[in-house]
T-cell receptor, first 115, second 110 residues
Framework: EPEVTQTPSHQVTQMGQEVILRCVPI?????FYWYRQILGQKVEFLVS????????KSEIFDDQFSVERPDGSNFTLKIRSTKLEDSAMYFC?????????????FGPGTRLTVL | DAKTTQPTSMDCAEGRAANLPCNHS???????VYWYRQIHSQGPQYIIH???NNETNEMASLIITEDRKSSTLILPHATLRDTAVYYC???????????FGAGTTVTVRA
């Protein structure tokens, strides 16, 4: 069964450093998402991406964040200058996009620790 | 903000049905009810969704009241692997993102 994959599973970085989190969505899916979950808190939407552009973003997704689909398979989230409060699990998701009511398929997540 | 309310937690005996309630009194006409679950910090997993009719799949059943202001997710024969946080959320025709609340922590006990 196809699945969303994410790398790395755990990333440790120093405050102020740039990090890139990588995701490989399910092949032929058209909509891509990033969510995050701070330890002990709820899952929060960051951004959705369709047709090579951002379709929606939350207040969390400020200028420090960017997303890119550099080729036909990868979908990346970049945090330009990490802060301590960026420490969280980051989940990538994709959906077929044939209907807005399609379910989203989530990856296993990348745990980001900012020291 | 999530537009649904769920109990914080519930226990269920292994092999018995688990009935998870969700209130969504402000649901609008084009919004679907979605259920996801999250097992121990893994990525959320889709379970089922519906608009107004009851739905069933291999994982669960979804019962939506006639006024659509509440719904119940039914896990027919809970197993220990069903221990997870269960999220009820709404998605409309102009809203692709999922908004998760705190969910219901379901513990299945042997």
């Amino acid at each position: 069964e196809p699945e969303v994959t994410q790398t790395p599973s755990h990333q440790v970085t120093q405050m102020g450093q740039e990090v890139i989190l990588r995701c490989v969505p399910i092949s032929n899916h058209l909509y891509f998402y990033w969510y995050r979950q701070i330890l002990g808190q709820k899952v929060e939407f960051l951004v959705s991406f369709y047709n090579n552009e951002i379709s929606e973003k939350s207040e969390i997704f400020d200028d420090q964040f960017s997303v890119e689909r550099p080729d036909g398979s990868n979908f990346t989230l970049k945090i330009r200058s990490t802060k301590l409060e960026d420490s969280a699990m980051y989940f990538c998701a994709s959906s077929p996009g044939t209907s807005v009511y399609n379910e989203q398929f989530f990856g296993p997540g990348t745990r980001l620790t900012v020291l | 903000d999530a537009k649904t309310t769920q109990p914080t937690s519930m226990d269920c005996a292994e092999g018995r049905a688990a009935n998870l309630p969700c209130n969504h009194s402000t649901i609008s006409g084009n919004e679907y009810v979605y259920w996801y679950r999250q097992i121990h910090s893994q990525g959320p997993q889709y379970i089922i969704h519906g608009l107004k009719n009851n739905e069933t799949n291999e994982m669960a059943s979804l019962i939506i009241t006639e006024d659509r202001k509440s719904s119940t997710l039914i896990l027919p024969h809970a197993t220990l692997r069903d221990t997870a946080v269960y999220y009820c959320t709404l998605t409309g025709s102009n809203d692709y993102k999922l908004s998760f609340g705190a969910g219901t922590t379901v513990t299945v006990r042997a």
